[in-house]
Structure formats: C-alpha cells, structure tokens
C-alpha cells in the first residue's frame, strides 16, 4: 500500500516538473511581433518638426463604429500649429490590406486640435494610421499604432 | 493515512472532471461574449428615412413588400426571391425574378444595422436598395413612372395618410424611367422636371416604407446565444445551452487558429465590410468585380445620402463621405455576410459558388488565390476533424 502512494507522489511530482518545463518553454517561445511597446497616443513626428497626439473624440474606441478623432499638433517648443494639411492613409500591416474607410481632417477646433472623422477599425488587431502633415514650418509625418 | 488519501482522490477527481468541462481563456471568454446576440445593439435611427420607424410605413411597406403587383409583369415581389420562411432568402444559386440574376438573395435578418447594401455595397441605405430590384429588368423589371400610377390607384389612401398629398399624375406617361427601356428612357425625358422630381418622390417614398419595414426583420436567439451568455458569465451552459466537444474544437478555432472571428465578429458575426477572399467567379456569368465597380454606383445613384430625397441633413451621409473610393484591394472584395442562421441556408457566397458548409470551410482552409485582385486570407491546413469541428460550431448558429 505504502509503495503504491510513493508511485502515485512520484508520478504527480513528474506531471508537475512537465507542467513546469511546458510553461518555461511557452513563456519564452519568440511570438510574432507586437506593436504593443509603441501605442502612444502621443508622439513626436519623423523629422522631429511637431509633437503630435492622437486620440479618440469620445475617449473610447467603439469596434465596427465610425467615429471621429483628435489630432493636436504643437511645435517642439509647445506651440499649437495652425493651418495645416493633413492626410492620413493607413491599415493593418499583419493583414496587408488598408483602411476599411478615408478618414479626413474636417475641422479646425483651435489650439492645434483637428477633427479626423470617418477613422472605423473593422476588426480586432493591429491597426496603423500614417499622417502627413504640411504646416507653416514644413512637411513631416507620424505614424500612431492603434490595437483592439 | 486514510484522511490523506481520501484528500488525494478528491484532487484526482477533479481534475479529471475539469478536463472534461468546457474551458476558455479570459479573452476567448470576452470574444465570446461580443459574439452574442445580446450584445447587438438597439438600431439606431435612419435620419435619411423620416418614416423608418412609423408603424403606419412599416405596415404599407410590409403590403408592399409581398406585393406581385410592385413587377413589370405581375409576378415577383420582394418575397419572391426574400421567402419568409426562409429567412427571406430563396435557397438558389443565383436569384431568378423576372429573369435569372448574377447574385445570391441575400437574407434580410438584422439588415437595417448595415452601412451598406448588396453583395457590393452598390447602395448606401435600405430604402435606396429596396428601390434597385423594382427597375432591374432581371428581378421586378418595373418602372418608376408606372409604380406611382399603381401606388396612386391601389394604395393611393394609404399613401397619402403616411406621405402626404399626391399630386395629379394624369399627365405622366404610363411607362417611363431613366434606367428603362429606350422608350421608358424617351418618354421620361420628355417629361417636365417637376413632373419627374414628383415621381422620383413616390418613387423614393416606396423604398422608405419598405425599409421601414425591413428594420423589423431581427435575428433570433440561438443555441450558441444560450451558451455565449452562460460562458461569458462564468456559469456552466446547461441543457441545450451546452456545447459537444466537438462544437467546442469548433468555436475556439473559429476565434483562434481559423482567424474567422476577424471578419465575422461582433453579434452579427460580419465586419460590414469588403473583402476579397478568392472566391472563384461562376462560369457563365457577366463578369463580375465586386466592390470596385459598385462604388462608382453608390456615387451616381440619385437617392443616395448626398440626394435630394434624404431626410434629415448631411450629417448621417458619413458613411458615403468617408468611403474608399479606389485601391487594388476592393477589386473582387464582397460583403461579409451575416453567419446567423448561415448553416440552414445552401448554397454559399456572392454566387451560390458552394454546395455545402463543407466546402465553405474547405476553400477557406486551402485559400486559393484570386482570379482578379488579391485574396486576404491565408492557408490554414486545417484537419479534417478541425473542418468538421468548424462545421458543427455553425451549426450552433442555426438551432
């Protein structure tokens, strides 16, 4: 009897050690690459010539919904930029395929705010917006990460 | 001894009983619950369509709606081809109306949530699609100018306590359109532009109470709804709510490893959007190029948002103001279809191009390259136990 419980103990401690190995080696298996570590909802652009942040107008993101955004953009120094042109393109790169949507800039709010509507994600991932923006102190681009 | 070994089997025991439950990590669990009926949101008011929610339209449209009357010929009406009992489908390859069309009926279950209608998207509102089929010569092969004579003589008391008054229409050629026949296309021209703004109205007016209608048309519960609701909190699905393992397999590769859930999500299992899956064209038929070709259509049809007969202002047309008007990628793209109640409904796709779900899966595990344009999605090398397992989920969205 005694002996039957010492194979049963030595078989459970055997499933744990396996439990074990399966979890390290799931923990450190390379998985495809994540945007994760760049969501930013703020950022400064390519040639460092404005700080742009980028953020939905209702403060949520809603899956499926068209919706509208903020970009503000400052100078380096703080600055609201005004009278810029933006256009924005996008997608979602691990799906090759583009925006299922032409968001545009459609109002000037003041204080470096413009209003981006028409933006709608479709699906859940990671999706990429690609701004360029012309301003009184030149052209530059940014790129926010967005990820449902 | 005894108090530990007791303990032990106790463990034993259930960890074998929960090898056997239904188990799902906490953001399955969450796609789970977003698939669910009960999250489908309430819809939202058409603004375009003053009349979409008085019941009055509704019922005009629903008369309307099974009407043969509303044909060229007297003898198709919507229901023709949407059946009622058939979750106003027709269960063909290819719809036949007054002739044989190039598309598969689309069912009507939940439609008012789309932004866009038709395989395509060729139509940006619900009443403007229920006006397409009325003067498409393969389907109901009318015209406008011969609808208002009929909705006046028929309907015309019903009409007016919805709509407002008509006006004299005794002066309007019997048969004329924009889109008809050279002589229909001849006499409507011929006609004075006040005359054929009146008719565009009634004409417009019947799409609204038919949509008005059609907004009625809402999905029912499933068995996958019962088990979705019970997953999602916490609780073990019971009775018919709960799955087989193999209707497991089946919904944790629907949400994982087959990626379906990226398109068909949310509680109507559809993105809404346009996609090329590499479908393959029919032999035999027109040639045929998807959204590509219907966005020019949206564009230069009269009663689309941006048109004289929307309600309300410009502000609901953002759907048409933000559309993607060009790009490689909706060349052969087609709508995600709606997978509620798909199971109980053959053939398959844009054409009726699949027999079965079997084959349905087996071209989305083998993803073949497109004939035109470039297809989405990728091989899967699914088994056939998984393929089978995949079936038997959406078998759960037709019980």
């Known amino acids: 009897m005694a002996s039957l419980w010492r194979y049963l103990l030595g078989g459970l401690g055997l499933a744990a050690l396996l439990a074990g190995v399966l979890a390290v080696v799931y923990l450190t298996a390379p998985h495809a690459p994540q945007p994760s570590s760049d969501v930013g909802r703020s950022k400064t652009t390519a040639n460092k010539l404005f700080v742009a942040t980028f953020e939905p107008e209702k403060g949520v993101i809603r899956q499926g919904e068209l919706e509208s955004w903020l970009l503000t953009l400052n100078t380096v120094h703080g600055a609201p930029v005004e009278g810029a042109a933006i256009t924005i393109s996008g997608g979602m790169p691990q799906h090759k395929h583009g925006l299922p949507t032409s968001p545009q800039a459609t109002d000037y709010l003041g204080a470096g705010r413009y209003r981006i509507d028409g933006v709608k994600f479709t699906m859940s991932g990671w999706w990429q917006l690609h701004f360029a923006i012309s301003a009184a102190a030149g052209s530059d681009t940014v790129v926010f990460n967005v990820v449902l | ?399």
């Open chain 2, 1 to 399: 001894m005894s108090r530990f070994s007791s303990l032990l089997v106790l463990v034993v025991v259930a960890v074998l009983a929960g090898w056997g439950r239904p188990e799902f990590s906490d953001a399955e669990r969450q796609t789970i619950a977003s698939l669910a009926l009960s999250r489908l949101p309430p819809l939202k008011p058409d603004t375009t369509n003053r009349f979409a929610d008085v019941p009055a339209a509704a019922a005009l449209g629903s008369t309307l709606f099974f009407d043969t009357g509303m044909s060229g010929d007297g003898t198709v009406s919507c229901s023709t081809c949407h059946k009622i009992d058939r979750q106003f489908q027709d269960d063909l390859p290819q719809a036949i109306g007054v002739g044989r069309t190039n598309r598969r009926t689309m069912p009507l279950a939940g439609v008012a949530h789309d932004p866009w209608f038709f395989w395509d998207g060729r139509r940006d509102s619900l009443w403007a699609q229920a006006l397409t089929p009325l003067e498409n010569p393969l389907e109901q092969a009318g015209n406008r100018a011969a609808f208002a004579h009929y909705i006046k003589a028929r309907f015309g008391e019903r009409y007016e306590r919805i709509f407002g008054p008509l006006s004299d229409l005794s002066s309007v050629p019997a048969n004329a359109s924009p889109l008809g026949t050279d002589a229909e296309k001849a006499a409507w021209n011929a006609m004075p532009a006040s005359q054929a703004e009146e008719v565009n109205r009634v004409f417009a007016n019947i799409g609204k109470a038919i949509a008005a209608f059609e907004r009625s048309i809402a999905p029912p519960q499933t068995r996958f709804d019962r088990f979705a609701i019970d997953v999602a909190a916490g609780a073990e699905p019971k009775g018919d709510a709960a799955f087989s393992p193999e209707e497991i397999l089946g919904l944790k590769l629907f949400i994982g490893k087959a990626n379906c859930v990226t398109c068909h999500n949310g509680p109507r299992f559809t993105d809404g959007s346009f996609h090329n899956t590499g479908v393959p064209p029919v032999a035999g038929l027109p040639p045929d190029r998807g959204r590509v070709d219907a966005v020019r259509q949206v564009e230069a049809d009269p009663f689309n948002c941006f048109g004289a007969f929307r309600d309300g202002d410009a502000s609901a047309c953002r759907e048409l103001r933000f559309m993607v008007k060009a790009g490689p990628e909706l060349v052969r793209a087609y709508k995600t279809p709606s997978l509620r109640g798909a199971a109980t409904r053959p053939p398959y796709m844009h054409a009726g191009q699949f027999s079965s779900l079997d084959e349905v899966v087996a071209h989305y595990s083998k993803a073949p390259a497109s004939v035109e344009g470039t297809s989405e999605i990728h091989p899967l090398q699914l088994s056939d136990r998984e393929r089978a397992a995949l079936v038997a989920f959406l078998k759960t969205l037709a019980e």
